[in-house]
C-alpha cells in the first residue's frame, strides 16, 4: 500500500490484513494505485514503512482507533530516529528511506509514524507541515493558523459553507515551488489530495468582530512556531522547521484575522487591496461590437497620383 501526500511518498508493508483493510479507509483518497507491474515503477517511494501489529501491546484504558496524539520519546537527527512509547517502538531511517515500528492494532499509532516519516521528510527537502487549516479560494491557498482552539477547523468549515474547496482541517503541506510555494492537503484530518499556490496565512485570533491587520515576518514567525507542526522534539528537527517557517514567511504574506465564528471575516479581507488576488474574478461583461471595417473591395478606386 502506498500513499501519496504533498508528492512525498511511502510505502506501508507488513500490516495484516485486517489492519491494512482499516489503513486504506483512513487514508482513502491519498491512496496510490497499484501499479500493475511493481517492478517496471520508475518512481519509487520516498520511505517504506514496515509495520508489525504486536496483539499483546495495548493503551490500558483507550479504544484503540482513539487515542489521541501518543506520547513519544524520541532520540536522533534528521537521518535517523528512535520512537518508544507506552505500547509501541520503532526505527527511521531517511538515509536509507526505510523504517519499522511495532505497534498495537490501531490506526491512531500507524499515523504517528507516517506523519513522524512524513513531516521529517519534507524537512530534510526544505518544506515542512504546519499546524493550519488551508482552503483554495480564486486558484490559491490560504492559511489558517494559531494554537489549538484559535479556530482553524472552524474557519475552514464556514469557507466550505461559503462554497470554497479544503485542503485540510488541521494540517497542511508548505513545500516550495519554484519561486513561489504551494500549500497542499493531508490526510489529518478531513482533508484532500490537492494542493494551490500560496496565497496568505491568516493567524486567528477570536473576537466579537472581524478585524485584519498586515503582520511583518519578524512577528509572524514566533506565532507560526507556537502553532507548531515540527513532527518531533528534537534539537535538529526543531531547527529545520525554524528554517522552513522562515523560507514560508519570506515568499507567504501574513496577517492576524480577528474574527467572529462566521464566514463574513471574507468580506472584511476583501477590503485588503492586496486580497484581490484571491477573490472570485467577476465575470466580464461582453465587449459593446464596434464597426465593421469595409472590405477592400467596397473602397473606392484611387484617384491622382
Known amino acids: 500500500m502506498r500513499l501519496d501526500i504533498s508528492g512525498y511518498r511511502i510505502a506501508i508493508a507488513g500490516a495484516d490484513p485486517s489492519l491494512t483493510a482499516r489503513l486504506r479507509e483512513r487514508y482513502g483518497p491519498f491512496l496510490e494505485p497499484a501499479s500493475a507491474d511493481p517492478a517496471a515503477d520508475p518512481a519509487p517511494p520516498a520511505f517504506t514503512l514496515g509495520v508489525r501489529v504486536d496483539p499483546a501491546r495495548r493503551v490500558p484504558g483507550q479504544h484503540p482507533e482513539h487515542v489521541d496524539n501518543p506520547a513519544v520519546a524520541a532520540e536522533g537527527t534528521l537521518d535517523r530516529v528512535t520512537l518508544r512509547g507506552e505500547g509501541f517502538e520503532g526505527e527511521l531511517d531517511w538515509r536509507a528511506g526505510a523504517g519499522q515500528a511495532v505497534v498495537p492494532d490501531s490506526l491512531t499509532h500507524v499515523d504517528l509514524f507516517v506523519r513522524v516519516a512524513l513531516g521529517v521528510g519534507l524537512l530534510r527537502e526544505g518544506g515542512t507541515l504546519l499546524h493550519a487549516a488551508g482552503v483554495v479560494r480564486d486558484r490559491f491557498g490560504i492559511a489558517f493558523s494559531g494554537p489549538s ?110 474574527f467572529a465564528k462566521d464566514a463574513g471575516f471574507w468580506d472584511v479581507l476583501d477590503r485588503l487591496p492586496e486580497f484581490a488576488y484571491f477573490r472570485p474574478a467577476a465575470p466580464r461583461a461582453p465587449a459593446a461590437a464596434g464597426p465593421r471595417p469595409l472590405p477592400l473591395t467596397a473602397l473606392p478606386p484611387r484617384t491622382g497620383p
Request: hydrophobic share 50%; with cysteine; net charge positive.
Open 149 to 258: 482552539g484559535a479556530g482553524k477547523s472552524t474557519a475552514a468549515r464556514l469557507s466550505q459553507g461559503a462554497g470554497l474547496d479544503v485542503l485540510a482541517d488541521e494540517m497542511l503541506v508548505f513545500r516550495r515551488a519554484g519561486f513561489g510555494a504551494r500549500f497542499h492537503g493531508t490526510p489529518f484530518w478531513n482533508g484532500a489530495p490537492a494542493s494551490a499556490p500560496c496565497g496568505a496565512i491568516l493567524f486567528l485570533e477570536q473576537a466579537g468582530e472581524h478585524r485584519v491587520a498586515s503582520l511583518p515576518p519578524a512577528r509572524a514567525l514566533p506565532r507560526l512556531l507556537a502553532a507548531g507542526g515540527a513532527p518531533l522534539d528534537l534539537p535538529a528537527v526543531q531547527e529545520a522547521f525554524f528554517a522552513a517557517c522562515g523560507e514560508l514567511l519570506r515568499r507567504v504574506p501574513a496577517y492576524v484575522l480577528r
